[in-house]
């Protein structure tokens, strides 16, 4: 699958129309796509990111959840620290 739209460093639009926000620790990863990047999308349980976006040409993934769910920074803090 490939990217439709990728405007903000935080999220990003597939060309299948779901959007995904791509959890802060890992928006390094996403500097190397391309629009012609193909990225997969698999279900994992990493509490509070529900999927994540492989990119198997480059050997790397970041973890995503889907755009309409909010984040609060307090949840994020409790998370990063448990």
């Known amino acids: 699958m490939h990217i ?4 903000k460093a935080y999220s990003v639009v597939m060309e ?3 959007e995904w926000k791509i959890w802060p620790a890992d928006l390094q990863a996403t500097l190397q796509w391309e629009p012609s990047s193909d990225l997969e999308i698999q279900e994992i349980d990493d509490s509070p990111c529900t999927h994540a976006i492989v ?3 480059h050997g790397t993934w970041v973890r995503v ?3 309409e769910e909010d984040w609060v920074p307090e949840q994020m803090d409790a998370w990063l620290l448990s």
């Open 4 to 7: 439709k739209t990728h405007d």
């Open 16 to 18: 299948d129309g779901s």
């Open 55 to 57: 990119d198997r040409a």
């Open 65 to 67: 959840f889907e755009a």
